[in-house]
């Protein structure tokens, strides 16, 4: 077998609704952190023609700016687009069990439920777009 070479490649566009309203929290160093789950649906035909949905469950974390902003403005039921990376975290829980957890860590955050208004001019248009640098990220 030949030695491939494949590039490493980690990214993920997903859109979805919120589950729930977002836990904001502040690190012990001060960063911001924000986590949430979201709901992505996906419509097929089974082989008889039969449609079905299926529900996939994400979870998402945001840093520093892009959480502050999700904090104002996210709620349960919002509409996102999200663009980030994939990241795990392996921990142990109180039965002593190693558990690893998949998720995402949002680099942008597109808001799409259009519900916001011109009162703020930050936030001109119902579509809301907030863009991070990697040196926002711990």
């Known amino acids: ?64 700016q892009l959480a502050e902003s999700c904090r104002s403005f996210l709620h349960k039921g919002d509409a996102v687009l999200i663009d980030g990376v994939l990241q795990s975290n392996t921990f142990r829980d109180e039965s002593d069990l190693n558990l690893t957890i998949v998720e995402i860590k949002a680099k942008k955050i597109q808001f799409l439920t259009k519900k916001y208004e011109a009162s703020s001019a930050e936030f001109l248009n119902s579509d809301v777009e907030k863009k991070v640098s990697d040196k926002d990220f711990i």
């Open 1 to 64: 077998m030949s030695d491939l070479i494949f590039p490493e490649i980690n990214q993920v566009r997903v859109a979805g609704n919120l589950t729930k309203d977002p836990v904001f929290n502040i690190t012990k160093n001060g960063s911001s952190v924000i986590n949430f789950h979201i709901a992505v649906n996906r419509s097929f035909r089974k082989s008889n023609n039969e449609k079905k949905e299926d529900v996939c469950f994400v979870g998402v974390v945001a840093w520093n």
